[in-house]
């Protein structure tokens, strides 16, 4: 399925590997990364060593909601690059709508 862009939102592109989750939001319009992200982030080492499993992944979506808040990003198009919508991808959507981001 093909996202469909608007120039009104950002996109949120979500990267899952193994050990890791990161993302960026992405202003498709002029073509650049308005911020990024990821497990590796010295706040979510802190509390989650290895950002590998679901509980990371919902602490990283908290974070990384408030994080965008604060740079005045609200409502998104979350691209999750063809991974499936289960496990580390709906613990990690599912905290950033619990942190305020609309998609």
């Not at 862009?5 to 050990?19: A, M, V, Y």
């Not at 990161?22 to 073509?31: E, F, G, M, N």
């Not at 740079?71 to 198009?77: D, T, Y």
Request: charge should be positive; include cysteine; glycine fraction near 8%.
């Amino acid at each position: 399925m093909k996202i469909k862009l608007d120039e009104s939102r950002p996109r949120l592109l979500l990267h899952r590997s193994i050990k890791n989750i990161s993302c960026q939001i992405i202003d498709d319009v002029h073509k650049k990364t308005l911020f990024s992200m990821s497990t590796m982030d010295k706040e979510i080492r802190e509390k989650f060593p290895s950002g590998g499993n679901v509980k990371a992944s919902g602490f990283f979506g908290e974070v990384f909601a408030r994080r965008a808040k604060e740079k005045g990003i609200s409502k998104i198009l979350f691209d999750r690059a063809g991974y499936l919508y289960h496990g580390r991808v709906k613990a990690f959507a599912e905290a950033l709508r619990k942190g305020g981001l609309q998609f």
